[in-house]
């Protein structure tokens, strides 16, 4: 079983829609979790971290479930530079510092 | 605080030729990270690196790679004979070191990348 699991999609919805995307991850020791955004041909940029409480950042927000072990991103009134690859990323620190990517979901947002 | 810095940005190589990327963590970081990318395809976890130190090799092909990061200097990531399948980009992350208990040590942050074509 993979680490972390992503819908690789695409997503394709009209600008101004709703979308959300969702990752889940096999190890419970996992401690931090973030959301990397990949354009076409560069390298992933961090989005956001995402917290126990949940987090917003304009128009994006993060969940955590730890009891599901699932984590969730929610983009409303969508943008055509939202278009991108979404890469959901795992994190276990008290054995050295392993990151663990899943394989991404591709965003296309239509005019 | 300059990024992570990956030279050279484009690398062609005829096949069997020798590849050498090379990766500068960002300042204060001791931990790299080695990626690879197929056209069209999700990122690979290659290796995992500390100072003089192979952390996880897990990724790496058994064969014809190798990489290191020395005490000065860059992490190299170093494919011998190359083939055309070797085509991709690589990338690196740093991140700062963790502690033994640490519970949120912040993201990896990549450099540019190093486009790998092999002729």
């Known amino acids: 079983r993979k680490e972390v699991e992503q819908d690789p999609g695409p997503f394709n919805v009209p600008e101004g829609a709703t979308v959300a995307f969702n990752c889940t991850y096999s190890?419970?020791?996992?401690?931090?979790f973030f959301w990397y955004r990949q354009d076409c041909r560069k390298e992933p940029k961090l989005l956001m971290s995402v917290y126990s409480s949940g987090n917003e950042d304009g128009r994006f927000t993060a969940q955590l479930n730890r009891a599901s072990q699932y984590i969730s991103l929610l983009i409303r009134d969508s943008k055509l530079s939202d278009s991108a690859t979404y890469l959901c990323v795992v994190n276990r620190a008290y054995n050295f510092n392993k990151f663990y990517f899943g394989s991404g979901t591709k965003l296309n947002v239509k005019p | 605080n300059a990024g992570v810095m990956q030279n050279p940005r484009h690398l062609v190589r005829r096949r069997g030729q020798e590849a050498r990327l090379r990766c500068s963590p960002m300042?204060?970081?001791?931990?790299v990270y080695w990626y690879r990318q197929l056209p069209e395809e999700g990122l690979k976890f290659m290796v995992y690196?500390?100072?003089?130190?192979?952390?996880?090799e897990s990724g790496m092909p058994k064969e014809r790679f190798s990489a290191e990061f020395p005490k000065e200097g860059p992490s190299i990531l170093r494919i011998q004979q190359v083939v055309r399948g070797d085509s991709a980009a690589y990338f690196c992350a740093s991140s700062p070191s963790a502690s033994g208990r640490a519970t949120q040590v912040g993201e990896q942050f990549f450099g540019p990348g190093t486009r790998l074509t092999v002729l």
């Open positions: 300042k204060g970081h001791s931990h």
């Open positions: 190890n419970s020791a996992s401690q931090s």
């Open positions: 690196l500390q100072k003089e130190n192979i952390i996880d």
